[in-house]
């Protein structure tokens, strides 16, 4: 399994932007498809994006399409989501995931049960 650490949340306005950021550990960063998930209080975590191994397959959830971009950087070992036109909707802890198969090229689904390990999350609040 990859050990994985977000960072980047914090307070942002409605209508501002922020960079998430998730650091793997290992060599094997590049063979797994990633994505973001993010849980809201009192809610199920719902899947933010996916990206294949290589980062030519890209997969949004509607909710965040046009707003958010998910990137990789697999000589960095890192993860990025990139969110803008952000909205009070958006406030979650944000969690980054590695895909439960190593090789597998991208993920077929944003869904929890395709994804192996998770990282502790970051806290994004929007405020209105």
């Known amino acids: 399994q990859v050990q994985l650490v977000e960072s980047g949340g914090g307070l942002v306005q409605a209508g501002g932007s922020l960079r998430l950021s998730c650091a793997a550990s290992?060599?094997?960063?590049?063979?797994?498809?990633m994505a973001w998930f993010r849980q809201a209080p009192g809610k199920e975590r719902d899947g933010v994006a996916t990206?294949?191994?290589?980062?030519?397959?890209?997969t949004y959830a509607d909710s965040v399409k046009g707003r958010f971009t998910i990137s990789r950087d697999n000589a960095k070992n890192t993860l990025y989501l990139q969110m803008d036109s952000l909205k009070p909707e958006d406030t979650a802890v944000y969690y980054c995931?590695?895909?439960?198969?190593?090789?597998?090229?991208?993920?077929?689904?944003?869904?929890?049960?395709?994804?192996?390990?998770w990282g502790q999350g970051t806290q994004v609040t929007v405020s209105s």
């Open positions: 995931a590695a895909h439960k198969q190593m090789g597998a090229m991208s993920a077929t689904t944003l869904q929890e049960s395709e994804f192996g390990s």
């Open positions: 990206i294949s191994r290589a980062g030519g397959v890209i």
């Open positions: 290992g060599r094997t960063f590049s063979s797994y498809a």
